[in-house]
């Protein structure tokens, strides 16, 4: 029989995305609130030029920014933290007084990053991914691997470009230090 081990901290990653500034740094403001400072944030990404999938509830130019926290979390929280953050959409929406076509002025996808992988939450099931708990699934959406990210048959193509890649790849780097940090003090 397997020994059983505790499952080291990650790092929390919120990906948000929306056509309106205010409305991610108001998702910014809850997340800091409820998560603890920043380590890092992303640059804008242009979403829109990745996908049309939301275009009908969202607008057509969409921003993206990928956000990392300087507190590590227990990944078994990764499904209780995508109901919370769905919570957040929903109030987004309610409080949107914009265009009426816009239903979803905020999107948060959290997920996080260890040391092998980037995994994400999703309310939608698929084959590629597992169910966690209160009605969220996890999905592996990158590997790395040989010092590189490696996408894996669904990973979305955002998550695959340069900039992304770098901004995973800077904070990999900065829980890997930690965890180093960690087991020397621990030593």
Known sequence: MGEIHHYPPALLLI????????YLEEGKKRAVAEFGPLYRESELFRFDEFTDYYD???????????????QLIDPGRLASIKVQTNGWEEEAAASFTGDPSIVRPLNLDP???DLGKLVLASTKDHAHRVYLDQ???????LMYKQKH?????????????????RFLTEN??????????????ES
């Not at 009605?135 to 959406?141: D, K, P, S, Y």
Request: no cysteine.
């Open 111 to 113: 997920g996080y990053i």
């Open 56 to 70: 009908e509830v969202m607008g057509k130019v969409l921003y993206k920014q990928l956000w990392t926290f300087s």
């Open 149 to 165: 990210w490696v996408a894996l048959p669904w990973s979305y193509p955002d998550y695959q470009s340069e900039g992304y890649t």
């Open 172 to 185: 990999r780097e900065y829980l890997h230090q930690r965890k180093k940090e960690e087991n020397q003090r």
């Open 135 to 141: 009605g969220i699934f996890g999905e592996i959406t």
């Open 15 to 22: 990906a948000a995305f929306s056509a309106y500034p205010e």
